[in-house]
T-cell receptor, first 114, second 112 residues
Framework: EAQVTQNPRYLITVTGKKLTVTCSQN?????MSWYRQDPGLGLRQIYYSMNVEVTDKGDVPEGYKVSRKEKRNFPLILESPSPNQTSLYFC?????????????FGPGTRLTVT | SQQGEEDPQALSIQEGENATMNCSYK?????LQWYRQNSGRGLVHLILIRSNEREKHSGRLRVTLDTSKKSSSLLITASRAADTASYFC????????????FGAGTRLAVHP
């Protein structure tokens, strides 16, 4: 089954404790992206990647890091989480070999930073 | 930056009625997409309309695009309780397949 998976689905952590949210897709998509969703703000892009070893900042990259060492994986790293990073996070992927550009989303990771 | 803005923010209708949601955006686009999100879950792509298209249909969905007004509408006909969800428009700017800008969404409630 074609899908984007994220782990963990729920995470409660404390300020300053490094964490990683994993994202994996099995569709051989070149493009992957991370978004955060906050009430009333819709989805905002954090980072994206056009292919292996190619990453770039989105609209709200501060406090986040990413890496793309393999095509299927795109982990999101919070080196020193703060309460304002409490949010619902989504990973998405897209096939750049067509011109459709529709994105496939993971189920989300709900992060709470206390 | 928030490109798409949906209107209304919330919509409540009865089963069988039609639901119309609108989206306005600010800059020129390559295409506009609509997504559905069931409560707290991932977004699901519904339909994409290119900037040179004016109308598109998919099942009970009808999307229109007016580039002169920088607006789009999503019509769901003969709504069902299962259509209850949030609906988001997302715009892709020219050559911008690397970036989708989402609006804040319309919450649709369909009552049996």
């Amino acid at each position: 089954e074609a899908q984007v998976t994220q782990n963990p689905r729920y995470l409660i952590t404390v300020t300053g404790k490094k964490l990683t949210v994993t994202c994996s897709q099995n569709m051989n998509h070149e493009y992957m992206s991370w978004y955060r969703q906050d009430p009333g703000l819709g989805l905002r892009q954090i980072y994206y990647s056009m292919n292996v070893e190619v990453t770039d900042k989105g609209d709200v990259p501060e406090g986040y890091k990413v890496s793309r060492k393999e095509k299927r994986n795109f982990p999101l790293i919070l080196e020193s989480p703060s309460p304002n990073q409490t949010s619902l996070y989504f990973c998405a992927s897209s096939n750049l070999r067509t011109d459709l550009y529709e994105q496939y989303f993971g189920p989300g990771t709900r992060l709470t930073v206390t | 930056s928030q490109q798409g803005e949906e209107d209304p923010q919330a919509l409540s209708i009865q089963e069988g009625e039609n639901a119309t949601m609108n989206c306005s955006y600010k800059t020129s686009i390559n295409n506009l997409q609509w997504y559905r999100q069931n409560s707290g879950r991932g977004l699901v792509h519904l339909i994409l309309i290119r900037s040179n298209e004016r109308e598109k249909h998919s099942g009970r969905l009808r999307v229109t695009l007016d580039t002169s007004k920088k607006s789009s509408s999503l019509l769901i006909t003969a709504s069902r309780a299962a259509d209850t969800a949030s609906y988001f428009c997302a715009t892709s700017t020219s050559g911008g397949y690397n970036k989708l800008i989402f609006g804040a969404g319309t919450r649709l409630a369909v009552h049996p």
